[in-house]
């Protein structure tokens, strides 16, 4: 190493041994006799950190004594694209009272590094990782942005591109004009034998949009690796000096304020001919080394893993409590199975669901949200489903039928995404106000079914502020905004079903907010109270027991948070009829924390797509 270790300070001294064995051996595991390229990363880490400023260092000392800081009932975030929002940065600046008029401290702003228009995926084709978006402003502008956030104790979370970068990169530029040193950067081919043998074995992700793993380039006559869309192009990162320069790319970005590194698409990261190139362990290898080199240079960053894989694929991204990998995952299976419930009308899915999260260790943060910018998979239990003669075709084909409102009687407005005929296949997109029947109901002016999906909207709301974890409002949702049809008429946009959900937030509705009885002002409040409510009571926090109860109706869901002083039963009415949740909770009277009504906790009649979330004191325990 040219820095010597001697040279380090105290502090990073210390952080540094603590780790110094196990980095090693990990970046050698993958990297076998590349001490010279693990040197350079050790040199450049002390760097990064002598150039953090002094308040995130500060902000570093704060956390690393308060390690579960982000892991209290007072954690609520919301994710936003900031064009859509704010029109740039600053605009979004502007808006940080609104933000945090919506409880919000921890905000992820969707994609805004650089990338060329018209072939950005959404912003996650990244030309530049150390430029901002020039209509979304500058880098500085991103640092005081996340000063401001700070001071007002609210945390960003931004996305780290790591499986691929924009074909207008500097490095597939300079790969492009045939430099055999930024081609070892990606996966070049003369001719389609090894590809072909890939894709013997590696699925598809957009099997409609972007076909194929692989993509043909007529200038260069060589074929190249292209996971996502053909102008993404995946990064070699059994190229050590793609790790390297990643991480460096990372670890300028948290320098700049973020606190929360969103790992996009991080189970693709690793690719190996033979096998599904998804969740190898050699991902976990580099997940590992990201924890360990932020946990050295920058305790106080977070890691946040996009995994949307089945659960068995999901939880080993937490790592071991020896050894940990991300700090926080999606829970992205309890968010597709909320839409089964919806379409089906029928809890039971979601309830073993919850049983099966309620059995993984307390630590485990999950974020819970009920739409993102991405479209629904419908990643579900098909085996426990088979017990009830439930086959997946099948229930793919009628779930997408009835969230796209084909199947009678159904008030839902999606659309549906990658629909792969040969499969049978596809995705979901819609806004939560859209899913729920407030688009439809709106539209045709029909009162009495604007209420019922109001309430439906409301009780998923309540739903996903109940489980334990982070709960992540999709921007536009906490005022019921519908469906964004624009994009069907955009070029750049047309053939991506995903911009449905991406639209301009209307700040001309969110206005209508302050007037009693509109359809914002409804659903502003009720879910505004639902999150004072989480923020209050201390049972909400992720050390409470969680587990889930009978209600002998299918479609209401009962599950209940208890911790030594406070119990809370809260029931959910996934049917668009009243009905009773048969529970016998004999223990005295609770208070209804929504509306403050009174009750036992027993045969509960409940309204259609009602919640209740019954709470009360428990007994101190007698002193012996
Ligand atoms: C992630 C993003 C998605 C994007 C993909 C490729 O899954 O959420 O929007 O298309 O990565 O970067």
Same mark, same amino acid.
Not at 397 to 406: A, E, H, I, K, P
Not at 565 to 594: C, R
């Given at each position: 190493?040219?820095?010597?270790?001697?040279?380090?300070?105290?502090?990073?001294?210390?952080?540094?041994?603590?780790?110094?064995?196990?980095?090693?051996?990990?970046?050698?595991?993958?990297?076998?006799?590349r001490?010279?390229?693990f040197?350079?990363l050790?040199?450049?880490?002390?760097?990064?950190?002598?150039?953090?400023?002094? %308040?995130?260092?500060?902000?570093?000392?704060?956390?690393?004594?308060?390690?579960?800081?982000?892991?209290?009932?007072?954690?609520?975030?919301?994710?936003?694209?900031?064009?859509?929002?704010?029109?740039?940065?600053?605009?979004?600046?502007?808006?940080?009272?609104?933000?945090?008029?919506?409880?919000?401290?921890?905000?992820?702003?969707?994609?805004? !590094?650089?990338?060329?228009?018209?072939?950005?995926? /959404?912003?996650?084709?990244?030309?530049?990782?150390?430029?901002?978006?020039?209509?979304?402003?500058?880098?500085?502008?991103?640092?005081?942005?996340?000063?401001?956030?700070?001071?007002?104790?609210?945390?960003?979370?931004?996305?780290?591109?790591?499986?691929?970068?924009?074909?207008?990169?500097?490095?597939?530029?300079?790969?492009?004009?045939?430099?055999?040193?930024?081609?070892?950067?990606?996966?070049?081919?003369?001719?389609?034998?090894?590809?072909?043998?890939?894709?013997?074995?590696?699925?598809?992700?957009?099997?409609?949009?972007?076909?194929?793993?692989?993509?043909?380039?007529?200038?260069?006559?060589?074929?190249?690796?292209?996971?996502?869309?053909?102008?993404?192009?995946?990064? =070699?990162?059994?190229?050590?000096?793609?790790l390297?320069?990643?991480?460096?790319?990372? !670890?300028?970005?948290?320098?700049?304020?973020?606190?929360?590194?969103?790992?996009?698409?991080?189970?693709?990261?690793?690719?190996?001919?033979?096998?599904?190139?998804?969740?190898?362990?050699q991902?976990?290898?580099?997940?590992?080394?990201?924890?360990?080199?932020?946990e050295?240079?920058?305790?106080?960053?977070?890691?946040?893993?996009?995994?949307?894989?089945?659960?068995?694929?999901?939880?080993?991204?937490?790592?071991?409590?020896?050894?940990?990998?991300?700090?926080?995952?999606?829970?992205?299976?309890?968010?597709?199975?909320?839409?089964?419930?919806?379409?089906?009308?029928?809890?039971?899915?979601?309830?073993?669901?919850?049983? *099966?999260?309620?059995?993984?260790?307390?630590?485990?943060?999950?974020?819970?949200?009920?739409?993102?910018?991405?479209?629904?998979g419908?990643?579900?239990?098909?085996?426990? !489903?088979?017990?009830?003669?439930? /086959? %997946? *075709?099948?229930?793919?084909?009628?779930? +997408?039928?009835?969230?796209?409102?084909?199947?009678?009687?159904?008030?839902?407005?999606?659309?549906?995404y +990658?629909?792969?005929p040969?499969?049978g296949?596809?995705?979901?997109? /819609?806004?939560?106000?859209?899913?729920?029947?407030?688009?439809?109901?709106?539209?045709?002016?029909?009162?009495?079914?604007?209420?019922?999906?109001?309430?439906?909207?409301?009780?998923?709301?309540?739903?996903?502020?109940?489980?334990?974890?982070?709960?992540?409002?999709y921007?536009?949702?906490?005022?019921?905004?519908?469906?964004?049809?624009?994009?069907?008429?955009?070029?750049?946009?047309?053939?991506?079903?995903?911009?449905?959900?991406?639209?301009?937030?209307?700040?001309?509705?969110?206005?209508?907010?302050?007037?009693?009885?509109t359809?914002?002002?409804?659903?502003?409040?009720?879910?505004?109270?639902?999150?004072d409510?989480r923020?209050?009571?201390?049972?909400?926090?992720?050390?409470?027991?969680?587990?889930?109860?009978?209600?002998?109706?299918?479609?209401? !869901?009962?599950? *209940?948070?208890?911790?030594?002083e406070?119990?809370?039963?809260?029931?959910? +009415?996934?049917?668009?009829?009243?009905?009773?949740?048969?529970?016998?909770?004999?223990?005295?009277?609770?208070?209804?924390?929504?509306?403050?009504?009174?009750?036992?906790?027993? /045969? *509960? =009649?409940?309204?259609?797509?009602?919640?209740?979330?019954?709470?009360k004191?428990?007994?101190?325990?007698?002193?012996?």
């Amino acid at each position: 190493m040219q820095i010597p270790i001697e040279a380090y300070n105290k502090e990073y001294k210390d952080r540094f041994l603590k780790y110094y064995d196990e980095f090693k051996w990990l970046y050698h595991e993958l990297y076998s006799g590349r001490t010279d390229m693990f040197e350079s990363l050790c040199d450049e880490m002390f760097r990064w950190y002598k150039e953090r400023g002094t %308040e995130l260092k500060e902000m570093d000392r704060d956390r690393e004594r308060h390690p579960d800081w982000y892991k209290g009932n007072q954690m609520l975030g919301m994710m936003m694209y900031v064009d859509a929002f704010a029109g740039d940065l600053k605009g979004v600046r502007k808006k940080l009272d609104y933000i945090e008029e919506c409880n919000v401290n921890y905000l992820h702003l969707m994609p805004l !590094l650089d990338s060329p228009e018209g072939r950005s995926d /959404g912003g996650y084709a990244v030309a530049d990782f150390r430029k901002v978006k020039p209509e979304l402003g500058t880098m500085e502008d991103l640092e005081e942005l996340a000063g401001e956030c700070h001071k007002r104790g609210i945390s960003i979370c931004l996305d780290f591109v790591m499986n691929h970068t924009s074909e207008d990169h500097e490095w597939a530029k300079r790969a492009r004009q045939g430099d055999p040193e930024y081609k070892s950067r990606y996966y070049f081919y003369d001719n389609y034998d090894i590809p072909a043998q890939f894709e013997r074995t590696m699925p598809e992700v957009f099997p409609t949009t972007a076909p194929g793993n692989f993509s043909w380039l007529p200038d260069m006559e060589q074929f190249i690796m292209t996971t996502f869309y053909p102008y993404q192009w995946d990064l =070699n990162y059994w190229n050590p000096v793609v790790l390297n320069e990643m991480i460096y790319n990372m !670890l300028n970005l948290v320098n700049k304020g973020i606190d929360i590194i969103r790992i996009d698409a991080v189970p693709y990261i690793w690719k190996q001919l033979g096998t599904n190139c998804r969740n190898l362990p050699q991902v976990h290898n580099i997940v590992r080394i990201m924890r360990i080199i932020t946990e050295i240079v920058c305790p106080g960053v977070l890691l946040l893993g996009e995994v949307v894989m089945a659960p068995d694929k999901v939880v080993p991204y937490f790592g071991s409590v020896e050894k940990p990998e991300c700090h926080m995952l999606y829970n992205v299976t309890t968010m597709a199975t909320t839409w089964h419930s919806v379409a089906t009308k029928d809890a039971m899915l979601l309830k073993q669901q919850m049983n *099966v999260v309620n059995t993984l260790p307390k630590d485990y943060v999950f974020l819970n949200y009920l739409r993102c910018h991405d479209d629904i998979g419908w990643g579900l239990d098909y085996l426990w !489903l088979m017990q009830f003669g439930i /086959g %997946e *075709v099948s229930h793919k084909r009628y779930l +997408n039928n009835f969230l796209t409102g084909q199947y009678p009687g159904s008030f839902a407005r999606g659309e549906l995404y +990658n629909s792969d005929p040969a499969s049978g296949d596809a995705r979901l997109c /819609g806004t939560t106000a859209s899913l729920s029947g407030i688009e439809k109901a709106a539209y045709e002016r029909d009162d009495e079914a604007l209420k019922r999906a109001v309430s439906l909207d409301l009780m998923l709301h309540a739903y996903m502020l109940v489980q334990s974890g982070i709960p992540v409002v999709y921007s536009g949702d906490e005022i019921g905004q519908e469906n964004d049809y624009t994009y069907h008429k955009d070029p750049k946009k047309w053939d991506d079903s995903r911009y449905l959900h991406r639209g301009k937030f209307l700040w001309e509705k969110e206005a209508l907010r302050k007037q009693k009885g509109t359809l914002q002002q409804k659903i502003f409040d009720g879910l505004k109270r639902l999150e004072d409510i989480r923020k209050e009571k201390q049972l909400f926090c992720g050390d409470a027991d969680v587990w889930t109860v009978d209600t002998w109706d299918k479609s209401i !869901l009962g599950i *209940v948070r208890a911790n030594k002083e406070e119990k809370l039963v809260a029931l959910f +009415n996934f049917s668009e009829f009243d009905k009773t949740a048969w529970i016998n909770e004999d223990d005295g009277i609770y208070t209804d924390l929504i509306t403050g009504s009174r009750m036992e906790a027993k /045969g *509960v =009649n409940i309204p259609a797509y009602g919640v209740y979330w019954l709470y009360k004191r428990r007994k101190e325990p007698k002193e012996a």
